[in-house]
């Protein structure tokens, strides 16, 4: 029995070598003469080997460079085996920065979806056409900005297993972009640029007529509940030298720019036209300094309430005293007397008061002027 037992070891270790057959053959009936007790189960065996797959070692193969993804849109990720082989037996398995939280998982043929991150179910596909090559490919559908990163395509089989890492570049780029030009004031005429919608954050300049980059006073930003950027910049123009300036913004992902330009000088003709006309704040520059100059010096406006007031004062008493009043011998003279002191005392506290108020008044409004 021992020595019919090293032939069949043998005969099977020489049957897994190619070419070999015809010599696995003659060996065959060779252990059916000696040892014809264990023919029985060498043929299960030889079938169980044969469909058993191989744990063969292999290498995965990602997309180059970063994949770039429209926002809202479809990205599909493609890996593949080397050298190529079935891999609908394997575990593949899509996951972003921990293993544990797969993207998209499959696993002895099925698409595990109740494993996978609540935010990728029902938006992720496996396709497997090409899966008996060893090709696979993650189709991401409405794709967000949180699909930016990095992703890994995990293969397994048995014990061995092998991974490549492909990146996404969301992308995202507004075609709305807004100039505003607000009313001239003493500093010079102020320009602002508005945009929203991008990812990731955009490079935003301003320009000349002849390309040049004019430095900007401000560039600001946000993020709205997407993630998405909103752009603002201004600039501050002291003097006319810019007839037209034009923003514009550039994504820095694909090289995509958007710019928006608008003329300036028809603006300050007209600016300077209706300051001619009404005095405010936003016109000073244009012809309007007379109206502030005379109200600058306060000891002057202090002076003039205070006279203004005294004059009010002195008159109402005037009229008060002259007119007819109640002869001496009436009973009711000394009580007229009276009456006619404390409406005096009365009038001057509210002079006093209103002057206070006016004097405010004027002040703050000389604030806001000069600002």
Same mark, same amino acid.
């Not at 070692?57 to 849109?73: E, K, S």
């Not at 508005?194 to 040049?212: A, K, L």
């Not at 936003?282 to 007379?290: R, S, W």
């Given at each position: ?39 029985r189960y060498f043929v ?151 945009? #929203? ?6 490079? &935003? ?5 002849? %390309?040049? +980059? =004019?430095?900007?006073? $401000? !560039? ?12 603002k910049m201004t600039l ?50 244009? #012809? ?6 005379? &109200? ?5 406006? %202090?002076? +003039? =309430?205070?006279?203004? $007031? !005294? ?61």
């Amino acid at each position: 029995m021992r020595r019919s037992f090293v032939k069949y070891s043998a005969w099977f270790w020489h049957c897994r070598s190619p070419g070999t057959m015809e010599s696995c053959v003659r060996i065959t009936g060779v252990m059916e003469t000696t040892g014809p007790s264990l023919t029985r189960y060498f043929v299960p065996m030889l079938l169980l080997q044969m469909a058993a797959p191989s744990s063969e070692q292999f290498t995965v193969t990602g997309l180059r460079g970063p994949i770039l993804a429209p926002l809202r849109g479809i990205v599909e990720l493609s890996c593949q085996l080397s050298p190529p082989q079935n891999a609908e037996h394997m575990e593949i398995r899509w996951f972003r920065d921990r293993y544990t939280q797969p993207v998209h998982l499959y696993n002895n043929g099925k698409d595990l979806h109740a494993e996978t991150i609540s935010r990728y179910v029902e938006r992720t596909e496996l396709l497997k056409e090409a899966i008996r090559e060893g090709k696979v490919t993650l189709r991401i559908l409405n794709v967000s900005v949180d699909d930016d990163g990095q992703y890994h395509c995990f293969f397994k089989d048995g014990a061995f297993d092998e991974e490549a890492i492909t990146e996404v570049k969301v992308t995202a780029t507004s075609l709305g972009i807004q100039i505003l030009v607000h009313p001239p004031n003493t500093k010079g005429l102020l320009v602002e640029c508005n945009t #929203g919608g991008w990812f990731p954050q955009p490079q &935003m300049e301003w320009r000349d007529s002849r %390309g040049e +980059i =004019i430095p900007p006073t $401000s !560039i600001s930003h946000s993020q709205d509940t997407e993630k998405l950027f909103h752009m603002k910049m201004t600039l501050l123009l002291k003097q006319s030298s810019h007839r037209n300036v034009t923003c514009c913004l550039r994504n820095p992902v694909t090289g995509q720019e958007e710019r928006t330009s608008i003329v300036l000088s028809e603006l300050q003709q007209n600016g300077s036209s209706v300051c001619s006309r009404v005095c405010t704040k936003d016109c000073l520059p244009n #012809g309007c300094t007379d109206c502030l100059r005379k &109200m600058r010096n306060p000891i002057v406006v %202090g002076i +003039i =309430i205070i006279l203004l $007031s !005294i004059g009010v004062i002195a008159s109402l008493i005037s009229y008060l005293h002259h007119k007819s009043r109640v002869p001496a011998s009436d009973p009711h003279f000394q009580l007229d007397t009276m009456w006619l002191e404390d409406i005096t005392v009365i009038l001057c506290v509210l002079t006093v008061f209103i002057t206070m108020i006016i004097s405010f008044i004027y002040f703050r409004f000389r604030g806001v002027l000069e600002r």
